[in-house]
């Protein structure tokens, strides 16, 4: 938890030792009261901060229902570059930050990238700049 972020917990994370243990998760803005959620009226793909960006930058979206999210990142050609999520998320405000790296780890070179969010009866493609 984090002041100013919805609290949450993830279950089934094993640690060994003499070994990394990576979890990822997404910390909403917000609240734990169920008031800060009613004001979500749809389920949006927001504009990205800062655009141009060097060497991050951060994508926003709500969730109007629970449901199954998928956002990736895309290059002029049309060729995935970065699966940033795919999995099921509350009804929330989220922002997620893409640090210019492909699925591979390797920083991307400048240039126009496209970021497109999914769920079962939303699609938005947006367009941003990475510049060096």
Request: charged residues 15%; glycine residues 8%.
């Amino acid at each position: 938890s984090k002041t100013g972020f919805i609290s949450q917990t993830l279950d089934n994370i094993s640690v060994n030792a003499d070994q990394t243990t990576t979890a990822n998760f997404y910390l909403a803005a917000g609240s734990d009261n169920i008031d800060v959620l009613a004001a979500i009226t749809a389920t949006k793909l927001a504009g990205n901060f800062p655009n141009p960006f060097n060497p991050q930058t951060t994508i926003s979206f709500t969730i109007k229902e629970p449901e199954t999210v998928r956002l990736e990142i895309y290059n002029l050609k049309g060729q995935l570059v970065r699966s940033l999520l795919n999995g099921h998320f509350a009804t929330g405000y989220y922002n997620l930050v893409w640090d210019g790296k492909d699925n591979s780890g390797d920083a991307v070179g400048s240039g126009i990238y496209y970021y497109r969010m999914r769920t079962a009866d939303y699609s938005c493609t947006k367009k941003m700049l990475l510049m060096e």
